[in-house]
């Protein structure tokens, strides 16, 4: 199973917020190493939407936003929209395995 | 605009191997380091092996030392990993991947080449 640890789903209607968690350990997050997450749609180049925890690169919607606390973060969508229906991951460092960890992916489904 | 185009995807048998090939555009790829990154059907994202923008370092996860070797050439803007040994769990889409300036997370993603392992 995968290093970080990520919700299968989460869902929420038009308009509302939904947050994704992001678990790991003492050895990666936990360890200070910053926690980025990426969109993914079938068929598609995966896509940064959030990195070093809480920045934004240019092109994505200030209503997508990243938090990080000790062993954990999240990924927060506000104003939910159709466009936002796909599949997230969060990625880290780990220092024990020396190598990215990712997160097994939640999928948002725009209900 | 950053353009990363994989290819050389495709069916081969338990313990075959198979090289495939990452085209480079956009900007200048000898200052960047690179890796690949799969995900099997269902699955999510596995780091597997980063090259050094030198290119003289390389790093692997275990799962796949001794059996996936990750090289470039820069005069052509290519980035290979050559995998031998394969088995039916190496069925993914392989992603090639740019690192961000700090390394430490990935700014550009190709689409993918698919990789199926079965007789």
């Known amino acids: 199973q995968s290093v970080l640890t990520q919700p299968p789903s989460v869902s929420g209607a038009p308009g509302q917020r939904v947050t994704i968690s992001c678990t790991g350990s003492s050895t990666n997050i936990g360890a200070g190493y910053d926690v980025h997450w990426y969109k993914n749609l079938p068929g598609t180049a995966p896509q940064l939407v959030i990195y070093d925890n809480i920045n934004r690169p240019s092109g994505v919607p200030d209503r997508v936003s990243g938090s990080k606390s000790g062993t954990s973060a999240s990924l927060a969508i506000s104003g939910l929209q159709a466009e936002d229906e796909a599949d997230y991951h969060c990625q880290s460092y780990d220092r024990s395995l020396s190598g990215v960890v990712f997160g097994g992916g939640t999928k948002l489904t725009v209900l | 605009e950053v353009q990363l185009l994989e290819s050389g995807g495709g069916l081969v048998e338990p313990g075959g191997s198979l090289r495939v090939s990452c085209a480079a555009s956009?900007?200048?790829?000898?200052?960047?380091?690179m890796s690949w990154v799969r995900q099997a059907p269902g699955k999510g994202l596995d780091w597997l092996s980063s090259l050094s923008d030198s290119g003289g370092t390389t790093y692997s996860a275990d799962s796949v030392k001794g059996r996936f070797t990750i090289s470039s050439d820069n005069s052509k803007g290519t980035l290979y990993l050559q995998m031998s040994s394969l088995r039916a769990e190496d069925t993914a889409v392989y992603y090639c991947?740019?690192?961000?300036?700090?390394?430490?997370?990935?700014?550009?993603w190709g689409q993918g080449t698919l990789v199926t392992v079965s007789s």
């Open positions: 991947v740019r690192h961000s300036t700090s390394w430490f997370y990935f700014d550009h």
């Open positions: 956009g900007f200048t790829f000898s200052n960047y380091a």
